[in-house]
């Protein structure tokens, strides 16, 4: 097994304001230390995205991230590292991500194990992600709004269906499938409080809903 770098962890709650209840912590699966001149603005830039999202979050929970790193994906991956069986759909069992199972309920799925991991490709961190300070350039991209966008899909926005053809190729879902609607040409999100603000099914993006 790899090791992890564990070295941003104290980081976590010195940067949560005292009134959050879910807390993000940061290790690193870099074996040979490669990318630790990383290590700082990957955290914080984490750890802010990661406030931003506790004020959000009905719950509580301390939502351990690990990251790695890959030379092989143009940008960044992420998702929960478990998911839950919560319920059933007709003859298909749902699942909820780990990371929101734990801040639901107040219990880690997976103990001592990393929640979350994100997987950030190497070209990528070193010729777009801008980590600040002063003004973000025109050809980088900002890593707390990827960071934000990521701890998305570790959340909530992560499915199994077919992504251009809506189909259920499995026997179960996530609970962001139970209410995406495929129209035969586009996605939809139909979750309540989603169409309620969006005054309507929020449309979701071809090919990777």
């Known amino acids: 097994m790899k090791s992890l770098v564990m ?5 976590a709650v010195a940067f949560v304001p005292v009134e959050a209840t879910v807390i993000h912590t940061v290790s690193f699966d870099d074996p ?8 700082g603005p990957i955290g914080a830039s984490l750890l802010t995205a990661g406030r931003e999202w506790s004020q959000a979050l009905a719950g509580s929970g301390i939502i ?3 990251v790695g790193f890959d030379p092989g994906i143009p940008t960044a991956a992420s998702a929960s590292t478990t998911s839950q069986l919560v319920g059933t759909a007709g003859s298909l069992g749902v699942f909820e991500l780990g990371a929101a199972s734990e801040i639901r309920t107040g219990v880690d799925p997976n103990g001592a194990a990393p929640d979350a991991r994100i997987t950030i490709g190497t070209a990528y961190l070193k010729d777009e ?15 707390t709004s990827v960071f934000l966008h990521e701890l998305g899909h570790i959340y909530a926005f992560n499915g199994f269906l077919n ?7 499995r026997s179960f879902i996530s609970t962001f499938d139970q209410h995406v609607r495929f129209d035969g040409t586009n996605f939809f999100f139909t979750g309540a409080a989603a169409t309620a ?3 309507g099914d929020v449309p979701l993006t071809f090919g990777n809903y």
């Open 7 to 11: 070295c941003i962890l104290v980081l």
């Open 32 to 39: 040979a230390g490669m990318f630790a001149p990383f290590y």
């Open 64 to 66: 351990d991230v690990v």
């Open 129 to 143: 992600l801008f980590f600040g300070p002063g003004i973000m350039p025109t050809d980088k991209i900002d890593a």
């Open 163 to 169: 992504s251009t053809t809506g189909e259920r190729n």
């Open 197 to 199: 603000l969006y005054k």
